[in-house]
């Protein structure tokens, strides 16, 4: 019988990408995908949550990312995204403590446009 393991495929639960780290291509730790934004209707991934900074949950910072803009690095076992500091300060983000509306397709728009995906 084959381990069905032992093969890696392009396939992963949501629940794995959750809490996944996200690196620069130089390995530096930015942060960790907080969620996924699934497109109901087509299935596919419109945008990931990343979540950075703050100490213990407090000052925690969730920037949209569109997909495409992340991608998978084996060597770090983790998302890797090649973005400047300058662009990820001026990046559109809100606090892990106040509201977002998360349905409104609008945002997504404007991540579209600011990362030109």
Not at 83 to 104: H, N, Q, T, V, Y
Request: net charge negative; charged share 25%.
């Amino acid at each position: 019988m084959t381990n069905v393991m032992e093969k890696p495929h392009p396939l992963i639960a949501s629940d794995r990408v959750e809490g996944t780290a996200v690196r620069r291509p130089t390995g530096e730790m930015i942060g960790h995908i907080e969620r996924l934004m699934i497109d109901k209707i087509t299935g596919k991934v419109s945008y990931a949550i990343l979540s950075f900074g703050g100490f213990l949950g407090m000052g925690t910072n969730l920037l949209p990312l569109p997909w495409a803009r992340l991608t998978y690095n084996a060597k770090f076992e983790a998302y890797q995204l090649d973005i400047a500091e300058d662009e990820l300060r001026r990046a559109p983000s809100f606090r892990a403590d106040k509201d977002f509306d998360w349905g409104d397709r609008s945002q997504e728009a404007e991540l579209n446009r600011y990362y030109g995906v």
